[in-house]
């Protein structure tokens, strides 16, 4: 997470709800979360469209 901050700042600058996501994930160790809620939120995202190779394995890594 911390590459991807570093590397991909402007973008998340540009993205309100993925900046948040990436900044809860590197501040707090334990948070709850709404496992549904988030993969609805970042469905549209690439890596986590449903068309890409590894959707869905991205995606359980980004919740757990």
């Given at each position: 997470?911390?590459i991807?901050?570093?590397?991909?700042?402007?973008?998340?600058?540009?993205?309100?709800?993925l900046?948040?996501?990436?900044?809860?994930?590197?501040?707090?160790?334990?948070?709850?979360?709404?496992?549904a809620?988030?993969?609805?939120?970042?469905?549209?995202?690439e890596?986590?469209?449903?068309?890409?190779e590894?959707?869905?394995a991205?995606?359980r890594?980004?919740?757990?």
């Amino acid at each position: 997470m911390h590459i991807l901050e570093s590397m991909y700042a402007r973008n998340l600058e540009d993205n309100d709800l993925l900046s948040r996501f990436v900044h809860k994930l590197l501040t707090f160790e334990l948070m709850p979360l709404n496992e549904a809620e988030i993969e609805q939120q970042m469905s549209g995202f690439e890596p986590f469209k449903a068309e890409t190779e590894n959707s869905k394995a991205h995606m359980r890594d980004l919740i757990r």
